[in-house]
């Protein structure tokens, strides 16, 4: 099972630009995903509206700093989901797998998003940092960036009214995810150059199983699961993604084998074994308050 995760994490093309050319603009314009410390008397702007774009609005403001939440296009009301729910689906997913290649990509690109969660513990946060005059929100993207008086100043523009202008902010986080290429993962750019694993636009074409052309075969399993895997299964870089390519992988690995099914009260007591593993866990897990 090659389960590789992301690939190198992505900033928007002028920022990134900007990172490379000044070293101050670089340890002020963070991803989502790196280390960082907000100042308490700090102003962000946050990039975004994603899962982890809410999770930095609450944790800048927990520290006592202001954020600007900045997004391209309005947010929409509410999505738990990165893709419809029918796709997470068996009848769903097998449509889609029943589709070629191109018409799968052509369907991710239109269905694929960002999800935008209503979460009470954070709503809480950003109401209460609204009142206080720390929260505020703005649809517009950010034209320039330079040094300024409070470690940066930013030029934001608008396609959907007045632009917000010159602003002067300590810095800005950018949950702007991961390169989605595969190509961006060595082992992968190995396999590719030793096996010819075919590739298209960044994405690997993989079977129905998940399994790598060239090297999974029936007697030797070779399977992809993540965000690599998405083109098979619409979610598959979600928990349920990730145990529904799991669970088949076990099954085909179980057919290749020929391993013998377990009798009924065997079956049985492994189940209750495993529950009462899994209650001693829980009970000794540290309480905390749960955000997301």
Not at 81 to 103: H, S
Not at 141 to 162: D, K
Not at 176 to 182: L, P
Request: hydrophobic letters at 40%; one cysteine or more.
């Amino acid at each position: 099972m090659l389960a590789l995760g992301h690939g190198p994490l992505n900033f928007p093309p002028q920022l990134a630009k900007l990172r490379e050319s000044d070293p101050e603009i670089a340890r002020r314009t963070v991803q989502g995903y790196e280390p960082k410390r907000y100042h308490p008397q700090g102003r962000y702007i946050v990039l975004g509206a994603g899962i982890a774009s809410v999770n930095e609005w609450a944790n800048a403001l927990d520290a006592g700093a202001s954020v600007l939440a900045l997004t391209r296009n309005p947010i929409p009301d509410e999505q738990d989901l990165n893709v419809p729910r029918c796709l997470f689906e068996a009848l769903g997913i097998d449509l889609f797998q029943g589709a070629t290649f191109d018409e799968r990509i052509a369907l991710l690109g239109a269905v694929l998003k960002g999800t935008h969660p209503r979460r009470q513990g954070w709503l809480e946060r950003i109401e209460r940092g609204r009142s206080e005059g720390r929260f505020d929100q703005a649809i517009g993207e950010i034209a320039a960036v330079e040094r300024g008086p409070a470690g940066l100043r930013v030029n934001v523009t608008s396609r959907h009214g007045q632009d917000a202008g010159w602003l002067d902010v300590t810095g800005i986080i950018c949950p702007t995810g991961f390169n989605k290429s595969a190509l961006t993962l060595p082992l992968i750019r190995r396999l590719v150059e030793h096996y010819g694993v075919p590739v298209e636009g960044g994405r690997i074409k993989l079977r129905s199983n998940c399994g790598l052309p060239g090297l999974d075969r029936p007697d030797s399993r070779l399977c992809m699961m993540g965000i690599n895997a998405n083109s098979v299964i619409p979610h598959g870089d979600t928990i349920a993604g990730l145990k529904y390519i799991a669970r088949r992988f076990v099954a085909d690995v179980a057919r290749a084998e020929r391993l013998r099914r377990r009798r009924f009260p065997s079956r049985l007591a492994m189940q209750l074994r495993l529950a009462s593993q899994a209650s001693q866990a829980i009970r000794q897990a540290r309480e905390t308050e749960q955000l997301a």
